[in-house]
């Protein structure tokens, strides 16, 4: 799915008496559903026209966004009283098909289809007091229920939550084929992969930047390990460097600068880099030590990375001018990796060995108050959500080989969201699209 989607036009309806239901009810759901799921009903929606799919394909996947966010209970639309697409407007409700299966969010609309046009009014029924708590009309092509479906989800998570959704970004990954490992990007949500690669070597390593139109990754098209660029969209790949050393790890500054390890005989340094080629600088002083996997914090003030220079592998922050590195993964364990910065710069994420494997913790980025979020499987390369209430990683957990996942960053509800047979490495959560 391209990145440079149309803008839909989106009216707020907003009628007299529903500003105060939907103040009070908010309060009412997000203090209810504060200790357990909230459970929704999301029939199929009215469709006003001879032509269908929306009508399916949007609350589909409303159902499918809300389940993975872990804040609700999606109701099986096999147990639902109500007649699939009924019509008529929220008027038309007959509450008590709602209330006898347990529903307190009921998520109904209708759509209409003019010469591959969409135009679907969506509601959000308080079961309980109801009323309608959320209207939204959007406009767009045929072709876009999805994101449709997404943007409404996010407006569902924003009124419980306080804070919108994710849905409708995409995740990057390298994935076996064959003997080769390819970069694929899908939908945050498991959906539309598609293969942006096809080297017959190893792309590995990717990152997202900061406007999502590009990834920088490491590749071994050349038999060396060199990075390049490629657009998401076309994917059209550029290479930025030209060299006989590891170049690998590379994560976006800004538009315009990227910070990567760079491997020359047995020491590893982090350098800063323009996206060109050209004005490439060591951000770590000559120690013999091997220093990699550097990630800029949201300010671009810090960069957190590992290093073996105390003994073993652990995690450090250090000035975006390489000045003062500090220590700050403290657990018990003698390994610990692949570093992420939350959004908000207020958690780092990292992998350490612990329990017999490899498993994920986060910390405050001086490294206080460390937890261990998973402890079955072995777990690689976290990575957060834009809205940073997420991470995506690699992990095993599942059975098999790795497959990409995704969980809230108390540890808790853990979804898979890959099951490829070759396996699926080294996750990376886009931006917001625009």
Same mark, same amino acid.
């Given at each position: 799915m391209k990145r440079n989607i149309p803008i839909y036009s989106v009216i707020l309806i907003l009628l007299v008496g529903w500003c105060s239901a939907r103040a009070s009810a908010q309060t009412d759901l997000y203090v209810r559903g504060a200790g357990k799921m909230i459970p929704l009903g999301v029939p199929q929606l009215c469709v006003r026209t001879e032509e269908n799919g929306p009508e399916v394909t949007i609350p589909t996947t409303v159902r499918r966004d809300l389940d993975l966010s872990g804040f609700f209970e999606i109701l099986d639309p096999r147990g639902y009283i109500e007649s699939p697409g009924k019509c008529g407007g929220p008027e038309a409700t007959t509450f008590s098909d709602w209330t006898v299966i347990g529903a307190e969010g009921l998520i109904k609309g209708q759509v209409s289809i003019d010469r591959g046009r969409i135009q679907a009014q969506l509601y959000l029924i308080d079961v309980q007091k109801q009323s309608v708590v959320l209207a939204k009309q959007y406009d767009g092509e045929f072709n876009q229920a999805k994101m449709i479906a997404h943007r409404f989800a996010n407006e569902v998570m924003k009124y419980y939550t306080g804070i919108a959704g994710v849905f409708g970004t995409q995740i990057s990954f390298s994935s076996r084929v064959g003997r080769f490992k390819e970069l694929f990007v899908m939908d945050m949500d498991g959906s539309d992969i598609r293969q942006l690669t096809s080297e017959r070597g190893l792309a590995l390593s990717s990152a997202w930047s900061p406007s999502g139109n590009q990834l920088v990754y490491t590749s071994y098209?050349?038999?060396?390990?060199?990075?390049?660029?490629?657009?998401?969209?076309?994917?059209?790949?550029?290479?930025?460097?030209?060299?006989?050393?590891?170049?690998?790890?590379?994560?976006?500054?800004?538009?315009?600068? &990227? /910070? $990567?390890?760079?491997?020359? !005989?047995?020491?590893?340094? @982090?350098? %800063? =880099?323009?996206? #060109? +080629? *050209?004005?490439?600088?060591?951000?770590?002083?000559?120690?013999?030590?091997?220093?990699?996997?550097?990630?800029?914090?949201?300010?671009?003030?810090? &960069? /957190? $990375?590992?290093?073996?220079? !105390?003994?073993?592998?652990? @995690?450090? %922050? =250090?000035?975006? #001018? +390489? *000045?003062?590195?500090?220590?700050?993964?403290?657990?018990?364990?003698?390994?610990?990796?692949?570093?992420?910065?939350?959004?908000?710069?207020?958690? &780092?994420?990292?992998?350490?060995?612990?329990?017999?494997?490899?498993?994920?913790? %986060?910390?405050?980025? #001086? +490294? *206080?108050?460390a937890v261990q979020l998973t402890s079955s499987g072995s777990n690689e390369d976290p990575e957060f959500s834009p809205d940073g209430r997420y991470l995506t990683f690699a992990t095993t957990a599942f059975g098999g080989g790795f497959s990409v996942a995704i969980m809230k960053t108390d540890g808790t509800s853990m979804k898979q969201v890959t099951k490829s047979r070759g396996g699926d490495f080294e996750p990376a959560w886009g931006p917001m699209p625009k």
């Open positions: 098209r050349n038999r060396t390990p060199d990075l390049f660029l490629i657009d998401v969209d076309s994917g059209h790949a550029r290479q930025i460097t030209r060299s006989t050393e590891l170049e690998i790890g590379a994560h976006f500054l800004n538009e315009n600068q &990227i /910070v $990567f390890s760079r491997t020359e !005989g047995n020491e590893s340094d @982090i350098v %800063v =880099m323009n996206t #060109d +080629g *050209s004005g490439m600088r060591k951000l770590t002083p000559p120690n013999r030590a091997i220093d990699v996997s550097p990630v800029p914090s949201p300010d671009g003030s810090r &960069i /957190v $990375f590992c290093s073996n220079r !105390g003994g073993g592998p652990q @995690i450090y %922050v =250090m000035g975006v #001018d +390489g *000045s003062s590195p500090q220590r700050v993964s403290f657990g018990a364990s003698n390994y610990c990796t692949s570093p992420a910065w939350s959004p908000m710069g207020d958690k &780092i994420a990292y992998v350490c060995r612990a329990d017999g494997s490899f498993n994920l913790f %986060v910390a405050n980025p #001086d +490294g *206080s108050n």
